[in-house]
């Protein structure tokens, strides 16, 4: 791992080296050397932290933690060296996971002092899936008896009552009552909205491609059953109303079909014999 103010490697032997990078003063490269040189008393705060030693494996490395003062009247040599150490975990359920105890060193104090004791993920680790807000995790049919299910602010699928006309007051008497009441929805689709809805409905079973509106004698929109939206999606969907339809009570669009179909008759086959050959009445006359 890298800082901005020095790099430590593991040599052949296994043991942590400090390398200048050219930043590094004389009296900061003491305290460096100090602090990579402690580790024991890093592997003893892990122990400590972990509850057993069996938890803490093999000294891993160290890299520099850059220190930084909180205002420019504070110069950064005076804050010390920060220095963080890594031990191999061997919690159970924590594969690939590591210790890191970060150690400091003041200038002009003899001991190092332990900051924090973390455990934390490697490369290797196994990680919960990234959180998902909520309205982005449920589906289409997962809202059952007594939830609620708010809609967000930002949704695009609806928008302010006066952005947009109402579909559903197309009726006058009923726009007239509602506004002297003063109950007009807040809210209606928007256009995205719509057209989403629209999208969602026609590659249903209720749609033109399903299978039964492929064999259909005729469409929605020919059939006395079809009882169509009001507003802009007068033309394209609607309810059906027969009750012999498998589509009774869903919304369908106009192109679908289904063998219930009003208009729909049955073809009268005659099976009498049909003769072609002459044939010659002789009733009123003799024949000598």
């Known amino acids: ?3 901005g103010r020095l790099r ?11 390398r200048d990078n050219g930043r590094v003063t004389d009296s900061s490269a003491a305290s460096l050397d100090l602090l990579a040189a402690a580790v024991e008393p890093a592997r003893a705060a892990a122990v400590d932290t972990a ?5 803490v ?29 890594t031990f191999a975990s ?31 993920p490697g490369d290797s680790a196994l990680l919960a899936p990234a959180w998902v807000p909520w309205q982005e995790r449920l589906r289409p049919g997962d809202l ?22 109402d579909d559903s007051a197309e009726d006058p008497a009923g726009r007239v009552v509602a506004f002297e009441l003063g109950v007009g929805r807040e809210r209606v689709m928007s256009r995205e909205g719509r057209l989403e809805a629209v999208d969602r ?24 059953f079809f009882l169509p939206l009001a507003g802009s999606l007068r033309q394209s969907l609607g309810a059906c109303g027969n ?22 008759t049955l073809v009268v086959v005659d099976h009498s014999e049909v003769v072609t050959s002459a044939r010659y009445d002789t009733a009123d006359f003799d024949v000598l």
């Open 57 to 85: 494996g093999e000294h891993l490395g160290v890299h520099a933690e850059p220190a930084s003062p909180a205002t420019d009247e504070v110069p950064p040599e005076a804050l010390g060296e920060v220095l963080t150490h």
């Open 8 to 18: 430590t490697a593991r040599g052949r032997s296994g043991s942590a080296g400090v």
């Open 144 to 165: 059952s008896v007594g939830d609620v299910l708010p809609s967000t602010e930002d949704d695009p699928r609806l928008v302010p009552a006066y952005a947009a006309d």
């Open 201 to 224: 409905w026609s590659a249903g079973d209720f749609g033109p491609a399903s299978a039964m509106a492929r064999h259909a004698p005729g469409p929605c929109a020919t059939c006395g």
């Open 243 to 264: 009750a012999y339809s498998p589509a009774d009570g869903r919304v369908v669009t106009a192109d679908y079909g289904c063998g219930a179909h009003s208009q729909a």
């Open 51 to 55: 509850g057993d030693p069996e938890l």
């Open 90 to 120: 061997r919690l159970p359920g924590y594969v690939g996971w590591y210790w890191a105890v970060t150690l400091a060193h003041v200038p002009g104090a003899d001991e190092v002092t332990v900051d924090e004791v973390v455990l934390l």
């Open 1 to 3: 791992m890298r800082s």
